[in-house]
């Protein structure tokens, strides 16, 4: 913004003017911009609070109109020497985008002229009265503003000035029930108009009184009884003269030599009263139907549109604020574009902002394809709500599979920008580089990073020349960008440049924060340098601010993660030490006690419980569901149902994986029966799905009925084939299908176990978990008769094989040495000609390719042939013999 300022100390004399520099004044909507980013609300004011009308009862001051899209008062006042009044230059947002410039009075005297006319600090100066006659010109320069006062003031001794206000109140707009719209007329004589005054000097009007029905105003349709007529043609030329009274109008008229009168009139347009907040969408018919009754009468629409963009705008914001409001903003911003109303920034804003309150990232950049083809021009803000669309949020579900290229559409938003001269500022760019970062382009980051904001290593040129210098968030958002892609180098260099910036310049706005040391510590520990980040951490916690639990929760999490679980208690330990504020709280926590339970050390994830209601830290549903597990890890079914039973005192809900780990500590104590009873809670509750069918299955194993547990599975599939849409979450999967045939395995129920397997093998190829079912133990070994088991086994591996060659998965069979290991091993302790027959022809199999196992399993493998080798007395040969050299010294032992 030009920074010079005009101080109008006008002497009595000489009408000498003074010029002196002072401080640079921003204008009212660059700093209403500033403050709607920080989110104030917009529409603060109800309408039983009422609106001030303070602000138009000045002395001298008169309101002679007012710009409901502008939302400003006009303003006119008749100033002698001294003015006393200050004035700057200030840029303007333009509606049709890009930036003008406007005057802006910086300081009033009051003792002066327009101190005592009522001028106040904020008001913008847009017309000064002609240098000859009653003309007004308009001024956007302050050198303007000084030749015209100073011309004006030697020829008359008084100037008259126009001036712009802002309303009072935010949402005075939306309120209105009655607005002015003006429109020029041609008419040919006889006019047939009456005619009446209204007011009394400078307030006195021409109205229209009645209509000839057969004259031509009557005739034209766009003229109508109480119509204020403010300028007719001249007598002479295109030109129009100021309609004050009936003698000057008729005058006008009268001495017009040739051609139609044209008329400028001011109709009153009710717009409908509005119901605010609690009105469902109601008035915005009826500023709908008066925009296509004033466009066919080639009237202007200027106020009525703005209150109907206001109203929407305040329609939008609440629905933004409201659970489940992004259809009814949809919805809105619908009605508004198929009318063909054009929006302005303000709801284009509003509306994309209410969109993403709701995770709503493809409809909001939508709405602004939308909004941009109906004639938007998007302005800074619009622009910068476009780069919080297109950023990719984790916590948003409904991310377009197609997204749009994010590095098209912000080099066009950039572009634009550009195009209409608005330097972009620093919150602008910190959004495109969170944007950039999110989707993973670091280059495109880098480029406006470094090039555009020059952080770091910039000439005096391109201080300069750059349009806005990053700031810490700038940084930050690189350093957690550079941490998300797992880049630690890089995030360690933008780190050492914040550094030496905040050094070098002893700025205390460019110091590292606890958010950069955060962002650091998080990359070092994604690329696994654990003791690096532990040194960032101990740096950290000896300075003046102090670590904050945030950043220990991040290297918790990442001990954590590399279940170093001794390192991470000792953290934990360490925070309880610290301030208050340092305590572990339900993040730290979160990550500690699943650690200890996969560490395989569930006896002290159960002791956090106590430690936790001690910290008065609170437990959910998650963190219930976690201790559940625990204790079933430790196989204490009473541990795990007491917590259940707490979890309802507390009213929350157990979850479904809460019941399930609760049923898995009953199983892992041998309770078949509560965890059936669990199960059956669970179908009035949270219902079941494929895992607690499993879980059945186990338990109706482990108390010996494997036939209820067959025609559990059975009623299963009956069920999900009579409605597959309704019983999803009954259809029987590999996992049912694999308990079912290890627990037939186990109770050497053959006929159920094949019969389990050739579903499986419907379903597709069998997985690890199929095949060590299949090598399950017995649980009575003396059972069945000599030679059952292993024709079982051998049967199972040839269906397999079957299934591979027919369905062409591929030419050899893949098992683990698990299953490979337990079919020989079986058959050599029953000895029958069969078992030994069915064992050679595996092992053959074996050596040409047929059969295949896992790297890891070759040593069990190559033990239990050894032993067949033994008992047989000779040795296997084939080519698949010596290129898995099994018999290699290294692998005797």
């Not at 410039?101 to 017309?127: F, I, K, M, T, Y």
Request: hydrophobic residues 40%; contains cysteine.
């Amino acid at each position: 913004m030009r920074s010079l300022i005009l101080a109008l100390l006008i002497s009595s004399g000489g009408h000498s003017f003074l010029i002196s520099p002072t401080h640079t004044y921003q204008f009212v909507p660059a700093a209403a911009r500033k403050l709607g980013r920080r989110r104030v609300a917009l529409f603060a004011v109800s309408r039983s609070q009422g609106f001030s009308d303070d602000s138009r009862e000045f002395p001298t001051m008169r309101l002679v109109g007012e710009s409901l899209e502008r939302r400003t008062y006009i303003y006119e006042a008749t100033l002698k020497s001294p003015l006393g009044i200050k004035l700057a230059e200030s840029p303007l947002e333009k509606e049709e985008g890009g930036n003008s410039n406007c005057v802006v009075v910086c300081e009033v005297d009051p003792s002066s002229s327009a101190g005592a006319a009522g001028v106040r600090p904020g008001d913008r100066l847009v017309a000064t009265g002609a240098n000859w006659g009653g003309g007004m010109w308009t001024t956007t320069t302050v050198d303007g503003v000084t030749a015209a006062v100073q011309s004006r003031l030697r020829l008359y001794g008084q100037v008259l000035i126009r001036f712009e206000r802002p309303f009072d109140n935010a949402d005075e707009v939306s309120w209105r029930s009655v607005v002015s719209e003006t429109s020029v007329v041609e008419l040919r004589k006889p006019l047939g108009i009456t005619l009446e005054e209204r007011g009394e000097g400078s307030e006195r009007s021409v109205h229209v009184k009645a209509l000839d029905p057969l004259g031509a105003a009557a005739a034209s349709g766009k003229i109508a009884v109480g119509d204020r007529v403010m300028s007719v043609s001249a007598s002479v030329g295109d030109g129009m003269w100021e309609a004050r009274s009936i003698d000057g109008f008729v005058s006008a008229v009268a001495t017009r030599l040739s051609g139609p009168v044209r008329l400028k009139v001011e109709k009153k347009v009710r717009v409908g009263s509005w119901q605010g907040y609690e009105g469902s969408g109601e008035g915005l018919g009826t500023p709908l139907g008066l925009l296509e009754q004033l466009t066919e009468l080639d009237a202007s629409t200027e106020s009525t549109r703005a209150v109907l963009l206001e109203r929407c705008c305040a329609l939008v914001y609440r629905y933004g604020a409201e659970k489940g409001g992004a259809l009814k903003v949809a919805q809105v911003a619908e009605t508004i574009l198929s009318r063909k109303v054009k929006p302005n920034n303000k709801f284009t804003n509003m509306a994309m902002v209410g969109l993403l309150r709701h995770q709503e990232q493809s409809q909001a950049v939508a709405l602004y394809d939308a909004c941009v083809a109906a004639g938007v021009v998007p302005n800074l803000q619009v622009s910068t709500t476009l780069a919080r669309a297109l950023t990719r949020d984790k916590k948003a579900p409904r991310w377009p599979s197609k997204s749009p290229e994010p590095e098209k559409r912000l080099t066009d938003a950039m572009a634009k920008l550009q195009k209409l001269k608005v330097v972009p500022d620093t919150y602008f760019l910190n959004q495109v580089l969170r944007c950039y970062m999110s989707h993973g382009l670091v280059r495109e980051a880098e480029d406006v990073f470094y090039r555009v904001m020059k952080a770091g290593g910039a000439s005096a040129k391109e201080e300069k020349a750059r349009p806005c210098a990053p700031d810490v968030a700038s940084f930050n958002i690189m350093i957690n960008g550079y941490a998300a892609l797992g880049l630690a180098s890089k995030a360690k260099t933008c780190f050492d440049d914040l550094a030496s910036l905040a050094e070098a310049y002893s700025s205390k706005e460019l110091q590292p924060d606890k958010f950069s040391y955060t962002g650091l510590v998080k990359a070092l520990v994604k690329s696994g340098d654990l003791s690096s980040a532990m040194e960032v951490v101990s740096s950290q916690a000896c300075t003046e601010g102090g670590a904050d639990v945030f950043l220990y929760n991040t290297l918790v999490g990442g001990l954590c993660r590399q279940l170093m679980w001794r390192e991470a208690e000792a953290l934990v330990n360490q925070m309880k030490t610290l301030t208050p504020n340092l305590q572990p709280n339900y993040d730290t926590y979160a990550v500690l006690v699943p650690c200890l339970t996969r560490a395989l050390h569930p006896e002290l994830a159960v002791l956090k419980i106590e430690e936790m209601k001690a910290l008065g830290v609170p437990l959910d549903t998650v963190m219930y569901t976690q201790l559940i597990t625990a204790f079933a890890r430790l196989g204490d079914p009473v541990g795990a149902l007491g917590l259940l039973k707490e979890m309802r005192s507390q009213g929350l809900a157990p979850s479904l994986r809460a019941y399930t780990a609760a049923m898995d500590a009953c199983l892992r104590s041998g309770n078949p029966d509560t965890a059936l009873a669990l199960s059956a809670e669970m179908k009035k509750s949270t219902g079941v799905d494929d895992v607690v069918y499993s879980m059945m299955v186990k338990a109706y194993g482990l108390k010996g009925e494997v036939r209820k547990a067959a025609l559990l599975v059975a009623s299963m599939q009956r069920e999900f084939t009579q409605d597959p849409v309704a019983n999803r979450s009954v259809r029987p999967t590999k996992v049912v299908y694999n308990a079912l045939l290890s627990e037939a395995t186990k109770a050497q129920a053959f006929a159920i176990a094949l019969g389990t397997l050739d579903e499986i093998l419907l379903i597709g190829r069998p997985d690890e978990a199929s095949y060590e079912a299949l090598a399950s133990e017995p649980k009575d070994r003396d059972r069945k008769g000599a030679g059952e088991r292993s024709a079982f086994l051998f049967q199972a591996v040839r269906r397999v094989a079957e299934m591979t060659w027919d369905t062409g998965f591929g030419t050899s069979v893949r098992m683990t040495g698990s299953l490979y290991s337990t079919c020989l091993t079986v058959a050599l302790a029953e000895g029958t000609p069969e078992a030994t027959e069915q064992a050679t022809a595996l092992i053959s199999a074996r050596r040409r390719g047929e059969v295949r196992v896992r790297q890891r399993d070759e040593r069990i493998c190559v033990a239990a042939e050894r032993a067949w080798e033994r008992r047989l007395g000779r040795v296997f040969e084939g080519a698949e013999w010596e290129v898995v050299k099994l018999f290699d010294s290294s692998e005797a032992s």
